[in-house]
T-cell receptor, first 111, second 115 residues
């Protein structure tokens, strides 16, 4: 089983739709959680950190469920510019510097 | 200011050749990471530096891979006797503090193709 698993997609959604991605992680000692965005042939960029209480940034909402060991990303009112690959990232445990990336979920927003 | 830069952007090597990939982090950033990203996959952790100290090299796939950051700024990832399976994009990232969980800023990557 992979340490961090994501549905690779692609998710094809119309503009204005709401779309949600999940990511599961295997290590219950995992400490920190993030979503990064990667455009085709570009470098990853931080989208948002994920906090235990859940957090929102504009149209984006991230949730963490420690009991079930998954994190989610919800995108509301999707825009063409949201088309990208969304990478789930987990730092495994306290004192480690190792960040584990998922394979990524590809989103395509259609006009 | 300038972001993370990497050179070369593209490298083609014959199998068995040695290569050196350079990373210039954002000035003042303490932490530096190297990742390997194969086509269709997420980045895979290779190694981590805090200033000049290599604190984690658990992700280096074999002893053919070596990384250094002698003055706590520029870093070089060296791959000896390259193999076809080394073909990937090598990403460097830096972050401000030694504490974990600061945002990582990635460079554009070096695309290595081993023939």
């Amino acid at each position: 089983r992979k340490e961090v698993e994501q549905d690779p997609g692609p998710f094809n959604v119309p503009e204005g739709a709401t779309v949600a991605f999940n990511c599961t992680y295997s290590n219950s000692a995992s400490q920190s959680f993030f979503w990064y965005r990667q455009d085709c042939r570009k470098e990853p960029k931080l989208l948002m950190s994920v906090y235990s209480s859940g957090n929102e940034d504009g149209r984006f909402t991230a949730q963490l469920n420690r009991a079930s060991q998954y994190i989610s990303l919800l995108i509301r009112d999707s825009k063409l510019s949201d088309s990208a690959t969304y990478l789930c990232v987990v730092r495994e445990q306290s004192g480690t510097y190792k960040y584990i990336f998922g394979t990524g979920t590809r989103l395509k927003v259609l006009a | 200011g300038a972001g993370v830069s990497q050179s070369p952007r593209y490298k083609v090597a014959k199998r068995g050749q040695d290569v050196a990939l350079r990373c210039d982090p954002i000035s003042g950033h303490v932490s530096l990471f190297w990742y390997q990203q194969a086509l269709g996959q997420g980045p895979e952790f290779l190694t981590y530096f805090q200033n000049e100290a290599q604190l984690d090299k658990s992700g280096l796939p074999s002893d053919r891979f070596f990384a250094e950051r002698p003055e706590g700024s520029v870093s070089t990832l060296k791959i000896q006797r390259t193999q076809q399976e080394d073909s990937a994009v090598y990403l460097c990232a830096s972050s401000f503090r030694g504490r974990t969980d600061n945002e990582q800023f990635f460079g554009p990557g070096t695309r290595l193709t081993v023939l």
